[in-house]
């Protein structure tokens, strides 16, 4: 109990330290709005680990593994495939190859779990999920260091292409999905919430291992810029509780037909859950077109362009408002509000990924 | 609603289309996509400009217009409720709420009960009423009705403020025809007033190329295939265009050094802007959106392949026209671009890495019949499979990719060193004089069977010099039967380079200073240059052009953009979130308590207009306070 506490004083002690410290040290290569950022991002992880304590541990452990990986690289990107624990565990590309097979892994878990109902397996597909969401930041931030590495005008916070923000995705997703399991007290989500994960591991996988899509490419002058930061991550805030929404929505959808009922939470939890993350990833994803649309007026000369990008998020939004209206405004349940939230899902990965395959525009930062 | 929500479904579904179709293409690009009858129909329809078609704006127009028929029917009922406490609550309905509990009382404090509701965040109102039972009404979260209001005001402030940055009023101005469209390329004082549009334009999106150097106070606004001039309140000039690129070669950013100068004050603003930060002078902003050449400077050597005449000099410009005499034909170039940068994939070690490899050049050659080629020639050697060229491309059809032409650099990574064979080649004396050596190294003591080998190996010199090795591979394939052919091209082969060898044996006899083929040996030079010369005669143009010098002048592309409207955009989504917040997260929740004069209990009523599984524990909760609160 004592070191608890004394390790929550040190957790709100050090994530205002740390920006200070930052601050301090780089100040001449920040501008103001990133030291907005980076003081924000420590208060804001204060304010949720006031809500959510394991979340502490996680920002602790992600923390000190990366500042570890990066004191081992020594300056140098080579050190990467020369020493040990680089190579095989903490950089960059290991940590993300780490997540990718404990993703698959603890669905396997969750599935156990759900069939057997026994709360070792349960247990133990929560544990995989926070390690490997561990694993992917520490990829994400070891990533964002190497790239400085590469060459100090390469360097760029690694949400800029295909690649980094399917990573950034599976990340944002478990991380919702673990703080809604840990409200409920109930894991047996799980089991369909990690199918998305892992579906977009395998396209990773895929990705890097057919197109070498990891590779840190420097950043083209349009992308140069601060909004980038929140942009991408509330989109992502957005793209992932839509994702789950669905997941929980098949769920629901099972139940109601009697598959799997006696063993998933009762309809009316699953479908407070859905209206949750769809609210939830509502309000990010407005916030997250808004930024866009400012973004878009500083880079491309006016706030709404109709880019196939843009329209598709407003055809996304209008989809969501619809949503909420029928639920908040009409009060409808059950399976047609679950049918449309998966094909809501079905309109997002179009907007996420279709976009960028199919169509072109302003917005071409991640061509297959 | 239906009819809010059917507008919004039409919104969605040309959005859609917006996206499919691919917008503000050249019209041949459509016509050859759907055939001159869709082509038509779709145009007609406003399919290639959805966003600006008129139905798309009647459509955004309806919706503005039924959704503040909404808020201003709802606005007013939702602001008296929040004015409204419900007092007039009988005991039987509140009964018969879900939530509705009985909360044993030892000793009733009114003060107490107050407390507790206002740290719960109520607002209350109190009455007793004439037989003496005390009711209290009390709510919190009000606020979740007002982000009705707040969410759909947003949604009419930002339709209107994208509709005052439409293009409604010129579309007006054209269709009363008091403004046209230009479809030729005008010179500025030739535009006609119906084409130009005034300062007082309200909005637009309108762009300007400028060279280093120059100065505009108009820009061009695009409308369907034609474009409309846009006079602007100020002087932009530009300085000075950068391209700065990352050590890999990709761009890393575009600048321009701008001087604004407002036309009625006089007032003058120096700023450089690049891709992510524009500058606003006088509400309309400048944004660097594109670049191309301005019309470089080329200082080019004219080299003739197929002769040993002495280098020219040609001049040229870039987007200007040359004509040119080569062996009696006439060519007319046209210089169409200049690229200070190319990125290629070389073979580096053994990776292939993009790599810069210098400037290249790209025009059009056009011969007398009107026929053209299109080349792409680079300033500097590039390795190819560690050899040095100097290298050229040439196609027939901008669709198809380069054929290259590959000449050695020299020993000083120049061309002369090519050069100097290819006169040497064409020097009828030293190449007889190389055959010759060539001879006598066969047959040491002459007679008459080193005079057949001589005249032999002079004709398949003279074949190769004429039209490469294809005109000796044609001689063999009618002379000689088909079992000999391969055995006699080989031999052939091997006698040209044999000479290309003593060619350059005796140029650097006669010729000691030179230092062009102080290679370790010059069998490879021999052997590229050979080769060089040969696919000289499917280049399609007798000479080879060398960039020897230029002076770089580029072209910024600026997007000037007046957008009125923005401010209300941005006002409208800030009001949105705000209202999307309220309606999400906050639960409104009314309860009431009634205390009756003759019964010690009190009765708790709570009800919430959106039943949430929070709702009951919070529920539970208050009325479990109250019992701890009595008891
Ligand atoms: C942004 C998210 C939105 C939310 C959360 C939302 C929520 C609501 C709610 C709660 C109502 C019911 C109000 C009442 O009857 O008391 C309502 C009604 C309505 N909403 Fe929305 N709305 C949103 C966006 C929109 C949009 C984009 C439109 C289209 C312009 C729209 C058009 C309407 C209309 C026409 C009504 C019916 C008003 C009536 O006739 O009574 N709403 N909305």
């Known amino acids: 109990m004592i070191f608890k506490k004394i390790f929550n004083y040190l957790f709100i002690v050090s994530m205002l330290m740390l920006p200070a410290l930052g601050l301090f040290k780089f100040h001449q290569y920040m501008d103001y709005y990133e030291m907005f950022i980076l003081v924000g991002t420590g208060l804001t992880f204060i304010w949720m680990s006031n809500y959510w304590q394991s979340f502490k541990y996680l920002v602790t452990s992600v923390l000190a593994l990366s500042f570890i990986s990066i004191f081992l690289y020594e300056g140098n990107l080579l050190s990467g495939e020369e020493q040990f624990i680089l190579k095989y565990f903490l950089s960059s590309q290991s940590a993300i190859m780490w997540m990718c097979s404990l993703y698959p892994l603890s669905l396997l878990m969750y599935w156990f779990y759900l069939l057997k109902k026994q709360a070792f397996f349960g247990n133990f597909a929560s544990q995989l999920t926070w390690i490997a969401t561990a694993m992917g930041f520490i990829g994400l931030l070891v990533r964002w260091f190497e790239s400085y590495l590469i060459s100090i005008d390469v360097g760029h916070i690694p949400i800029s292409n295909l690649y980094e923000v399917f990573v950034l995705f599976c990340l944002i997703t478990a991380l919702l999905h673990l703080y809604y399991e840990e409200k409920m007290n109930r894991k047996e989500l799980g089991a369909f919430v990690l199918i998305i994960i892992t579906v977009a591991v395998g396209f990773i996988l895929w990705y890097t291992f057919s197109k070498g899509a990891d590779a840190i490419q420097p950043l083209v002058p349009a992308l140069q810029s601060y909004w980038m930061k929140i942009h991408v991550p509330a989109n992502f805030i957005g793209y992932g509780a839509f994702a789950i929404a669905a997941m929980i929505s098949i769920a629901y959808l099972l139940a109601d037909k009697g598959i799997l009922r006696s063993r998933l939470p009762s309809l009316i939890i699953l479908d407070d859950l859905t209206y949750k993350a769809i609210a939830i990833g509502f309000i990010f994803f407005t916030i997250a077109t808004i930024l866009g649309a400012v973004w878009a007026a500083e880079a491309w000369g006016g706030y709404w362009s109709w880019d196939p990008k843009e329209t598709w998020a407003l055809i996304v939004w209008l989809n969501y408002a619809g949503w909420l209206h029928l639920r908040l405004v009409k009060g409808l349940r059950g399976p047609m509000l679950a049918w449309w939230s998966v094909i809501g899902l079905v309109i997002t990965t179009f907007a996420f990924l279709g976009v960028n395959l199919f169509l072109s525009g302003l917005h071409s930062y991640g061509e297959l | ?631």
């Open chain 2, 1 to 631: 609603m239906r009819f809010a929500i059917t507008m919004l479904c039409f919104i969605g579904i040309a959005s859609v289309i917006g996206t499919i179709l691919k917008q503000n293409e050249p019209y041949e690009n459509y016509i050859i996509k759907f055939g001159q009858f869709w082509f038509e129909f779709f145009e007609a329809m406003g399919l290639y400009n959805v966003y600006q078609a008129f139905w798309f704006l009647l459509i955004l127009i309806f919706l503005i217009i039924s959704t503040s028929f909404c808020v201003s029917r709802n606005s007013p009922k939702i602001l008296k409720e929040y004015k409204k406490f419900q007092l007039n609550a009988r005991e039987r309905s509140l009964k018969s709420f879900k939530h509705s509990y009985e909360i044993p009382v030892k000793k009733f404090s009114t003060s107490k009960l107050e407390k507790l509701l206002t740290e719960n965040k109520f607002r209350l109102k109190k009455q007793t009423n004439k037989n003496g039972d005390l009711i209290i009404s009390a709510k919190k979260g009000d606020l979740q009705k007002l982000g009705y209001i707040f969410t759909h005001l947003a949604i009419i402030i930002i339709s209107i403020g994208g509709l005052m940055d439409g293009n409604l009023v010129l579309k007006m101005q054209e269709l009363s025809g008091s403004k046209q469209i230009i479809y030729e390329d005008l010179a500025l004082n030739d535009v006609p007033e119906t084409g130009k549009l005034t300062n007082s334009n309200f909005s637009y999106r309108a762009q300007m190329l400028l060279r280093e150097g120059e100065k505009q106070s108009v820009a061009v606004l695009k409308a369907k295939e034609g474009y409309f001039i846009q006079d602007l309140p100020f002087i932009v000039g530009l300085n000075d265009f950068r391209i700065e690129h990352y050590s890999t070669g990709q761009p890393k950013s575009f600048e321009s050094d701008l001087i604004v100068e407002d036309k009625e004050t006089g007032e003058l603003i120096k700023k450089t802007i690049n891709v992510n930060s524009p500058l606003t002078f006088n509400g309309i902003t400048i944004y660097q959106s594109s670049f191309e050449d301005g019309g470089t400077e080329l200082s080019l050597d004219v080299w003739n392949l197929h002769s040993a005449e002495e280098t020219s000099k040609m001049e040229s410009i870039i987007f200007k026209k040359n004509e040119l005499v080569v062996n009696n034909q006439n060519y007319f170039f046209e210089f169409n671009d200049f690229r200070k940068f190319n990125i290629l994939d070389i073979e580096i070690g053994n990776e292939k890495k993009p790599t810069n490899v210098g400037p290249s050049f790209i025009y059009k050659v056009r011969n007398e019949s009107g026929q053209a080629k299109e080349y792409q020639t680079y300033q500097y050697p590039m390795i190819i499979d560690n050899s040095s060229y100097f290298v050229s491309g040439m196609r027939k059809t901008p669709q198809e990719d380069y054929q290259y032409l590959k000449l050695p650099a020299d020993a000083n990574g120049e061309i002369n060193g090519f050069m100097i064979f290819r006169e040497l080649l064409h020097s009828p004396q030293i190449l007889n004089n190389a055959i010759k050596r060539v001879v006598a190294q066969s047959f040491p003591e002459g007679g008459e069977k080193s005079q057949i080998y001589f005249e032999g190996v002079d004709r398949v010199l003279s074949g190769f010099i004429e039209g490469g090795y294809s005109q000796i591979a044609e001689s063999i394939d009618t002379t000689l039967p088909i079992e000999d052919q391969e055995r006699i091209a080989n031999s052939y082969i091997k006698i040209i380079f044999l000479v290309g060898k003593e060619l350059i044996t005796i140029y650097e006899l006669n010729n000691i200073e030179a230092d062009n083929f102080l290679f370790e040996s010059n069998h490879k030079f021999v052997q590229e240059s050979l080769t060089g010369f040969n696919d000289s005669f499917f280049y399609g143009l007798p000479i080879f052009l060398e960039l020897k010098n230029y002076v770089h002048v580029q072209s910024s592309g600026l997007q000037l953009t007046k957008s009125p409207g923005q401010f209300w955009v941005y006002l409208g989504s800030i009001l949105l979130v705000l209202g999307i917040f309220c309606m999400i997260y906050i639960q409104e929740v009314r309860l009431w308590i009634l205390k009756k004069k003759d019964n010690k209990d009190i009765l708790l009523a709570l009800t919430t207009n959106r039943h949430r599984l929070e709702f009951d524990q919070f529920a539970l909760k208050i009325s479990q306070l109250m019992k701890k609160t009595f008891n």
